[in-house]
Antibody, heavy 129, light 109 residues
C-alpha cells in the first residue's frame, strides 16, 4: 500500500529556510493532492498547504508569504520550503495524501469531497540557534 | 477564513459510555467535514469523511452527522483503545483551504 516518508534536517537556525521532502512509495504521485500539516509541541494540527500532482498549489493564508510547496513526479516526491523560520515554527511536520471523490445527490447536486487518507509518520523540526 | 470551534477540549468517560464531540463552523460548509483520531506520538488517522461516511476498516461504533455549520462525532460505546485526541477538519471550496478544529482529548474515567 501507499506509504509516505518525510525527510530533512531536524534542526534549523532562526531566520533560515526549513526544507522537507516527502517520498511516496507503493503508488504513484499522480492524480492526487498532497498536503503538509504541522503540529507544535502539545498543540493541535495546522494545515500548511497542498499541491496537486500537476503543480497547482494552495496555502494557509497565515503562512502563505513564507511557504513554497513543489512536486517532482519523476522522483515521486513533493517538498516543503518555509522561509524566515522562528521558534514558533518548531513542530512535527507531516505529509499526507488527499483523496478526492465525486458524488451526486438530490440535495447537494454534483460535488467533490476530499479527505487525507494516508499520512507519513511525521518528522520533528526544531528551530534553534 | 472559516473558523472551526470544537468542543469540549477534553472529556473523561467510562468504558462503554457514549461519547459526543461537536464542531461548529463559522459559515456554511455543506458536508465538507472530516474527523481524525490521533494517538500519542502517532500520525492522525481518518475515521469519518464528508461528515457521515465511515472510512473503510473503521469500527462501526464511530459515527458522524451534521451539515451546514453544526457537526457531531459520536463513539457509541467507548473502548480503552479509543483513548486519543480527535480533530474535525473542514475545507472551503474555491479556493479549497483546510482548517482543523482545536481537538478533543478523550480519556478513560
Amino acid at each position: 500500500q501507499v506509504q509516505l516518508q518525510e525527510s530533512g534536517p531536524g534542526l534549523v537556525k532562526p531566520s533560515e529556510t526549513l526544507s522537507l521532502t516527502c517520498t511516496v512509495s507503493g503508488g504513484s504521485i499522480s492524480s492526487y493532492y498532497w498536503s503538509w500539516i504541522r503540529q507544535p509541541p502539545g498543540k493541535g494540527l495546522e494545515w500548511i498547504g497542498y499541491i496537486y500532482y500537476s503543480g497547482s498549489t494552495n496555502y494557509n493564508p497565515s503562512l502563505k508569504s513564507r511557504v513554497t510547496i513543489s512536486v517532482d513526479t519523476s522522483k515521486n516526491q513533493f517538498s516543503l520550503k518555509l522561509s524566515s523560520v522562528t521558534a514558533a515554527d518548531t513542530a512535527v511536520y507531516y505529509c499526507a495524501r488527499e483523496y478526492s471523490g465525486y458524488d451526486s445527490s438530490a440535495t447537494r447536486g454534483d460535488y467533490y469531497y476530499y479527505y487525507m487518507d494516508v499520512w507519513g509518520k511525521g518528522t520533528t523540526v526544531t528551530v534553534s540557534s | 477564513d472559516i473558523q472551526m470551534t470544537q468542543s469540549p477540549s477534553s472529556l473523561s468517560a467510562s468504558v462503554g459510555d457514549r461519547v459526543t464531540i461537536t464542531c461548529q463552523a463559522s459559515q456554511d460548509i455543506s458536508n465538507y467535514l472530516n474527523w481524525y483520531q490521533q494517538k500519542p506520538g502517532k500520525a492522525p488517522k481518518l475515521l469519518i469523511y464528508d461528515a457521515s461516511n465511515l472510512e473503510t476498516g473503521v469500527p462501526s461504533r464511530f459515527s458522524g452527522s451534521g451539515s451546514g455549520t453544526d457537526f457531531t462525532f459520536t463513539i457509541s460505546s467507548l473502548q480503552p483503545e479509543d483513548i486519543a485526541t480527535y480533530y474535525c477538519q473542514q475545507y472551503d471550496n474555491l479556493p479549497r483551504l483546510l482548517t482543523f478544529g482545536g481537538g478533543t482529548k478523550v480519556e478513560i474515567k
